[in-house]
């Protein structure tokens, strides 16, 4: 582990920030602060994830003033998965902890992630102990999102966040031996296993500004998660086909046996709903394949992660992004 080896570690901070531009220096503020406090080198990499307000010329300003600060503009909107992806890459740290830029994550339980990582821990996971600050659907919603994901697949994601801390010798794996385009951190978090243990906190109010996740960033999310950890979805589409198959043969059985015994076979009703619950399973078949057919497709594509058009304070790497 990096920190037993290294007396004097660096602790860098990756802040993925969109539309921000109300909180961001507080919220910097206050991770500095706090990191300055652990007598600890640190440096903070925000990553403005193409926003469209005055995000990143808040972060250059701040960069300008405290060298520690360092920022990157992603060229549009490519999603916070890539906007976390870009601040690990170009983290130096031999420690990398991830949080929210409007300090829903709290800052106050850093010291106590460095702690479990001086002790040998080389993932932090920080989960929710509640969701407060949630709507009562919102709560269900992802409550709901979270069992299918750990049933389905495997992993553990329940009440999990984007908050962790991770060892340099993660961090690495995450960026040189997961290539994959369509990512799910916290997933591949939990699926990486090492060393890990688990935190609590309660979640915070928002700084400033409404939260960016909708209904439908949460089951996209959720999509891309299941399909990312297991083909079981797949499976199931062949199960019930069969068994739409057993059922045709049965159906079919009784009406040869009826007309045989001189019956006439009736249920036009029957037959219609028959047909129409027929054609809307192929058709939630044909979509659940076509979910994992895209993610062939951008697998395939190999195009970046995301493209950055302007940096504060940041050192040229000498590889292009993944």
């Known amino acids: 582990m990096t920190a037993i080896s290294n007396t004097n570690p660096l602790i860098s901070?990756?802040?993925?920030?969109?539309?921000?531009?109300?909180?961001?220096?507080h919220a910097l503020s206050q991770i500095s602060g706090i990191?300055?406090?652990?007598?600890?080198?640190?440096?903070?990499?925000?990553?403005?994830d193409g926003s469209s307000d005055t995000t990143f010329q808040k972060l250059s300003e701040l960069s300008?003033?405290?060298?520690?600060?360092?920022?990157?503009?992603?060229?549009?909107?490519?999603?916070?998965?890539?906007?976390?992806?870009?601040?690990?890459?170009?983290?130096?740290?031999?420690?990398?902890?991830?949080?929210?830029?409007?300090?829903?994550?709290?800052?106050?339980?850093?010291?106590?992630?460095?702690?479990?990582?001086?002790?040998?821990?080389?993932?932090?996971h920080a989960v929710k102990r509640s969701r407060n600050q949630d709507s009562l659907a919102k709560k269900a919603t992802a409550h709901a999102i979270n069992k299918?994901?750990?049933?389905?697949?495997?992993?553990?994601?329940?009440?999990?966040?984007?908050?962790?801390?991770?060892?340099?010798?993660i961090?690495?794996?995450?960026?040189?031996?997961?290539?994959?385009?369509?990512?799910?951190?916290?997933?591949?978090?939990?699926?990486?296993?090492f060393n890990e243990v688990s935190?609590?906190?309660?979640?915070?109010?928002?700084?400033?500004?409404?939260?960016?996740?909708?209904?439908?960033?949460l089951l996209e999310l959720s999509i891309t998660a299941l399909t990312s950890f297991t083909s079981l979805p797949l499976r199931i589409v062949t199960f019930l086909g069969i068994a739409t198959l057993i059922l045709g043969f049965g159906v079919a059985t009784d009406a040869v046996i009826s007309l045989s015994n001189g019956k006439a076979v009736s249920g036009f009703a029957t037959t219609i709903i028959s047909l129409l619950m027929i054609g809307s399973f192929i058709m939630i078949s044909l979509?659940?394949?076509?979910?994992?057919?895209?993610?062939?497709?951008?697998?395939?594509?190999?195009?970046?992660?995301?493209?950055?058009k302007a940096s504060a304070g940041i050192r040229k790497k000498n590889r292009p992004p993944l």
């Open 13 to 25: 901070v990756v802040v993925p920030a969109y539309n921000e531009s109300q909180g961001i220096s």
């Open 35 to 48: 990191l300055s406090a652990t007598g600890l080198d640190w440096e903070i990499i925000a990553v403005d």
């Open 64 to 124: 300008s003033s405290e060298p520690r600060i360092k920022a990157l503009a992603l060229s549009r909107n490519f999603g916070k998965e890539s906007a976390m992806l870009a601040g690990l890459e170009y983290a130096e740290g031999d420690a990398v902890i991830i949080i929210d830029a409007d300090l829903q994550h709290p800052p106050k339980l850093i010291p106590a992630m460095l702690d479990q990582w001086r002790q040998g821990a080389q993932i932090v």
């Open 148 to 169: 299918m994901i750990s049933k389905l697949g495997g992993i553990n994601t329940n009440n999990s966040s984007d908050f962790k801390l991770l060892d340099r010798e």
């Open 171 to 193: 961090v690495d794996i995450i960026v040189y031996q997961l290539p994959e385009r369509q990512r799910f951190f916290r997933g591949l978090t939990s699926w990486l296993g």
């Open 199 to 217: 935190l609590y906190f309660d979640v915070d109010n928002r700084l400033d500004g409404a939260s960016k996740w909708s209904f439908w960033s």
């Open 287 to 308: 979509g659940i394949i076509g979910e994992y057919i895209a993610k062939i497709y951008e697998e395939v594509k190999a195009r970046p992660h995301y493209l950055i």
